[in-house]
């Protein structure tokens, strides 16, 4: 069993900033990604920001320079600190783990159930 639990997010006005975190659990053996997603309404979901296991990290040409996503490792919390916000960035993000399993070692993905966040203008 693996569990994500997201938090933070909500409202914010256009040029403001907010942050979301999100904390891995369960039968992990190894994380091979953890990265932010979002899906606005009648859009498809589109990856915002994901680190690797090895700490490297890519981003949505949309939110470079703006959005900055890190991790603690020891607490296996991926965080998406995110600036200068635009009405364009409201949507439902949701954390997404690639991991390997304990004990088979089989690769994975879950999916956080996603937190809102709007940005007024």
């Known amino acids: 069993q693996v569990q994500l639990v997201e938090s933070g997010g909500g409202l914010v006005q256009a040029g403001g900033s907010l942050s979301v975190s999100c904390a891995a659990s369960?039968?992990?053996?190894?994380?091979?990604?953890m990265g932010w997603y979002r899906q606005a309404p009648g859009k498809q979901r589109e990856l915002v920001a994901g680190?690797?296991?090895?700490?490297?990290?890519n981003y949505a040409d949309s939110v470079k320079g703006r959005f900055t996503i890190f991790r603690d490792n020891a607490k296996n919390t991926v965080y998406l600190q995110m600036n200068s916000l635009k009405p364009e960035d409201t949507a439902v993000y949701y954390c997404?783990?690639?991991?390997?399993?304990?004990?088979?070692?089989?690769?994975?993905?879950?999916w956080g159930q996603g937190t809102q966040v709007t940005v007024s203008s």
């Open positions: 369960g039968s992990i053996f190894r994380i091979i990604f």
């Open positions: 997404k783990l690639d991991y390997e399993t304990v004990p088979d070692r089989r690769v994975s993905a879950y």
């Open positions: 680190i690797s296991g090895g700490g490297s990290t």
